[in-house]
């Protein structure tokens, strides 16, 4: 409840004609005895001076001046439902309020540091993942780089085949083949140089892909199967006046791919072939095998069940002879199974010697 304030005596009987004396109350008590200004240290005379009241803790009484207030503020103050407060009673109050401040600042203080604390103790490990994903970019930046490869899909027998170009070490999670693993490779003769003077190294290599794609593309297409070329290179030395192509190692991605096409290759049509990639020894051994091969072909013996294998030459399946120290050996037995082959095969090799200590091991061989 607002205070009651006091007014001058001519106030007093101006407003409360025939009524008696007005005195002030504090919040509804009577003034019954006098008051000291805290501001001043005077008395309040209550005929000649105007008071207010404090409603703060001191419900002290003040001069009308001492409180700070003007004539006008003082007349507003009757019947106002605002408090009124005097300057220590504020301070008191604004100093409480600022103490309030101050705890809720340290708290905050406290909660920020520790949120800080645990940003930085969470921030090194990005940092460290920062780091090291800049290291393996440089790594990457520092790998050579290597020519496209070209992969060739086959969905059905009669919808073609689409080349697609793929960087080696992409497809799915199976490991990339050595060039050097033999069992990945293939000899394609054939394919003409293009000119090594004037014409950058990937230029060459993404031609020969190109042309040995666009070859076997059409076998591929022909027998249903798909392939993929990873990398492929000349044999020996370009020589500009040869008139002879080099072949062409050519590395596919997996060892299936490499059956399909050796199997299929005598689709090949023109001057291109075929051939598996082998070792000097190998080579050796190979030429010896078909040329005991042609001598059954030209003795008028269906060629389709004649096949080399390794270091030994089959007919239907049984084997006829192997190879031994770069010589054609016949199998122990042949004649009773198959007099003519034995005969084709026998009679041309009765000239050949053989080492005792080269066949001692080798109880199904015969001289």
Partial sequence: MPPKKKGSSSSQTNSGAGSGSKKPTCHGASKSSGFICPICDDDIIDETQQSVMCDGPCAS?????????????????????????????????????????????????SQLNSLQQTLSSRSQPIEALSTEIIQIKNRLEEAPSFPPSIHISHSSPTSGVAPQTNVPGTVGKKAIPSVTDRKYNIVV?????????????????????????????????????????????????????????????????????????????????????????????????????????????????????????????????NLTGKVLNGVFQVTQGLGAKAPQLYSILNNQNQSISVNSNSTSDQSDIIP
Wanted: proline share 4%; hydrophobic share 35%.
């Fill in 61 to 109: 009484w003040l001069h009308r001046g001492c409180a700070g207030l003007s004539r006008v503020a003082f007349s507003k103050l009757e019947g106002s439902d605002n408090p009124f407060l005097c300057t220590r009673c504020c301070l008191e109050a604004q100093s409480i309020e600022i103490i309030s401040l101050k705890e809720s600042l340290a708290a905050l203080s």
């Fill in 189 to 317: 003769f054939g394919i003409t140089d293009e000119p090594s003077q004037g014409t950058p190294r990937v230029t060459r290599i993404n031609s020969d892909i190109e042309r040995v794609t666009e070859e076997l593309t059409q076998l591929a297409t022909t027998s249903g199967f798909s392939f993929q070329v990873r990398d492929c290179h000349h044999l020996g030395q370009y020589r500009p006046n040869s008139t002879k192509s080099r072949p062409l190692l050519v590395t596919l991605s997996s060892t299936i791919q490499v059956s399909n096409i050796l199997s299929n290759c005598h689709h090949l049509s023109g001057v291109v072939s075929v051939r598996p990639d082998l070792s000097a020894s190998e080579r050796r051994e190979r030429g010896i095998l078909m040329k005991e091969r042609w001598k059954l072909v030209n003795a008028d013996i269906d060629r389709r069940p004649i096949k080399v294998k390794g270091s030994g030459l089959y007919v239907s399946g």
